[in-house]
DNA sequence: CATAATATGTGAATATATTCACAAAGCAAA
DNA sequence: TTTGCTTTGTGAATATATTCACATATTATG
């Protein structure tokens, strides 16, 4: 029902949304939204009709219903909960990360084939990958942070993946191979810095 | 030249070139490669062919050419400084990241409010803001790497605009409001994890 | 050297995404 | 309660992206 160019639009509906209700906003409307997020009014008025949310016809859209609907539509009513493989210097920030909670998200354990990292000093308790399976059916886990050196990314994937892991954030900038009913996400900072690169670049030429 | 979708394939191809090339090949064509990345093999060669990028009409493309010509289009001839702003828990992890000379980056500073930070104890200087437009203008630093607290990042995106930069990589889960002629690309760990749960959860119904 | 096999390259067709144009709904004000 | 203004909602039109279909180049082989 939701492709995934929308996914992205939405998630900038929310956060612009976010942003006016803590200006003190209460209601919205689709040029607002437009201003906010770069996204066309029109297009944003056909985003929400398909998702079945609707206005009024001349009072616009009331924000705090808005996001209720659209966390309908994502964030699932319960929580849910994340792993962490690799407690390195990505991974060791992403425990600390304070976020998972208003997203409605609990990272529960994470995972290091380094011993020394398996103590109690970080926020969650941290284990072998050998009981991964353990805790992925203890907590009923689907989804799993990787940030383990590009050459076990591989690897590691695959072991996830056999574990009945079925969504993957992937730091390592590494193209997972994975089979079709799993879905990775890539995070490559490399990647969005030559973008970025790139796209300065261009302007300065136009 | 080169749109926003492309840029996105272009460097899933390099990584599935990069991939290839670490497999001892020499050669690849379209259909493998689309094999490696997803993408369709007319959709691959119509990107190549759009880009200037010809194969042989039996011998498929060499590899390091393809990677060469993609450097060419992306990666600028001389090396690229960048800027950190923002040392905590994931701008520690960043400062220390390895990735970036290889990407024919350079990260030359790291910025923070906090003068405790400002120590020798990171492998880059740390400067108090006041000292951006000297960096920026002695390492011709146009594009900088974001990673302070949600309240501050706006706050900071504006200084930064103003000190010439033109290109923010921002962590901080905040939509910046910048200059048209800037352009912001977001990391955001909770909404690739949503999209990851959203997806997961619609492949169980299906 | 002719023939078959394999891949590229690309115009035309199709599919998908976005914008245009405008009718209908809701509110305000007279 | 009529009129005018504002904003949504949506079919039709347009623009953009992808695939289809196939001509064309290249190599291998008998
Ligand atoms: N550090 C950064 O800022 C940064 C930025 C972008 C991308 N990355 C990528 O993120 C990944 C992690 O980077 P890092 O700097 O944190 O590396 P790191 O070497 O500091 O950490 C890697 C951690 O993974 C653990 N590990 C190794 N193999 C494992 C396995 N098979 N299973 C479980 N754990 C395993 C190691 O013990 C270590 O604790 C790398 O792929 C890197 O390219 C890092
Ligand atoms: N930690 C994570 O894993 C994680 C994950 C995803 C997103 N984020 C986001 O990344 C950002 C940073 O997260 P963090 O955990 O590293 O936070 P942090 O609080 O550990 O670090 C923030 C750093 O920024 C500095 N700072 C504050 N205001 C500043 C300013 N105006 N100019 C320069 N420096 C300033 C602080 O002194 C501190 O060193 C936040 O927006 C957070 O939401 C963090």
Redesign the pocket.
């Known amino acids: 029902m939701v492709?995934?160019?929308?996914t992205r639009?939405l998630q900038r509906y929310r956060m612009a949304l976010l942003r006016l209700k803590k200006m003190g906003l209460q209601k919205?409307?689709?040029?607002?939204?437009s201003e906010e997020t770069g996204?066309?009014?029109?297009?944003i008025?056909?985003d929400?009709?398909?998702l079945g949310?609707?206005?009024?016809?001349?009072?616009?859209?009331n924000i705090d219903r808005l996001l209720e609907q659209l966390k309908l539509i994502f964030g699932s009513e319960k929580e849910q909960n994340v792993i962490l493989v690799g407690l390195g210097n990505i991974g060791s920030a992403l425990v600390k990360y304070e976020g998972y909670r208003q997203g409605n998200m609990n990272l529960v354990a994470a995972f290091d084939i380094d011993p020394a990292k398996r103590t109690r000093r970080y926020q969650v308790p941290v284990y072998s990958l050998e009981n991964l399976r353990d805790v992925t059916d203890t907590f009923d886990v689907s989804v799993a942070i990787m940030a383990v050196p590009e050459f076990s990314a591989q690897e590691t994937a695959s072991y996830l993946v056999e574990n009945g892991i079925k969504g993957i954030l992937n730091f390592a900038p590494v193209l997972l191979k994975v089979p079709d009913h799993v879905l990775v996400n890539n995070i490559n900072v490399m990647v969005e810095l030559e973008r970025l690169m790139y796209h300065t670049g261009i302007k300065q030429k136009a």
Do not use: E, M, P
């Open positions: 492709n995934l160019l929308q639009r919205t409307f689709s040029h607002s939204l996204i066309s009014a029109v297009l008025r056909k929400f009709s398909q949310i609707r206005g009024r016809r001349r009072g616009g859209y």
